[in-house]
């Protein structure tokens, strides 16, 4: 090709700069998006504080921090992953967004990945601001990190699944309000502000199982009471992954 001369060169980027470019993409749209944030950092960030100033509600022994913290920064994965994602993705799914997204180069597991990928970005930025404060507010974490990672990083696979599964099966009306509604109801009832011990005893065995108590207790356990790993809350979260997870694949409809 001579000096001076342009020649198109028509063709998808690679892969992985495909698969990247979508997920900051996806991860500035929910940094701007009012509603995810109150979801994402508002609502955690108030929880956290309110509740660990004011004496609410009986935590047990100890700073109420201690106790809260581990709760919040669940809750905090609860609305990205589950909440925020169902939501986002229902709508994108009624205005055609995935079925023309689809039809691109960007194959749709990548896609998929993109939107994992902002949901890790988020959940970083939500982690490290919750510290922070609850750092201020006087909270001294115990245990190790390996075991809070893993147990994030099951929480958010689970809650992904489940996630994608009601936006990939429900109307986008219907998932904002059974997103909202779940978000509500779990927030109350998975030992997140609330100490599962304070529910009677039949309803304590299955509020348990949820993946939010399961996740909730685990990183309590770690970070309030130095325990190891928490492999029984570890099981229920990769069993509600598996679940999660395998139903949005096999369900999951595009249009």
Do not use: C
Not at 62 to 84: D, K
Not at 94 to 106: E, I, Q
Not at 135 to 141: K, R
Not at 168 to 192: D, I
């Amino acid at each position: 090709m001579s000096a001076g001369t342009y020649t198109p060169r028509p063709g998808a980027a690679p892969l992985p700069r495909m698969i990247a470019a979508q997920a900051a993409l996806e991860t500035r749209m929910l940094l701007r998006n009012g509603e995810q944030l109150l979801l994402t950092v508002v609502i955690p960030t108030l929880l956290l504080v309110l509740f660990s100033s004011v004496d609410i509600i009986d935590t047990g022994a100890g700073e109420p921090v201690g106790f809260l913290t581990p709760g919040v920064l669940a809750l905090a994965v609860m609305s990205t992953a589950f909440t925020g994602q169902a939501i986002a993705t229902g709508f994108e799914r009624r205005y055609g967004v995935l079925k023309r997204l689809g039809a691109s180069p960007l194959p749709r597991w990548g896609l998929m990945a993109a939107k994992t990928l902002a949901v890790l970005v988020t959940e970083v930025l939500q982690i490290v601001l919750l510290t922070v404060i609850a750092f201020a507010l006087g909270w001294s974490p115990e245990g190790n990190a390996f075991a809070v990672l893993l147990l994030l990083l099951l929480g958010t696979m689970a809650f992904s699944g489940l996630g994608l599964l009601m936006a990939g099966t429900l109307k986008a009306e219907a998932t904002l309000a059974a997103a909202n509604l779940v978000f509500l109801l779990l927030l109350v009832g998975g030992g997140v502000i609330v100490p599962l011990d304070r529910f009677p005893d039949a309803a304590q065995s299955v509020l348990g199982l949820l993946p939010i108590s399961a996740l909730s207790g685990g990183l309590r356990d770690v970070l309030q009471h130095g325990a190891p790993m928490p492999w029984g809350d570890a099981a229920v979260l990769a069993v509600w992954s598996l679940l999660g997870l395998g139903a949005a694949g096999r369900f999951f409809r595009w249009e």
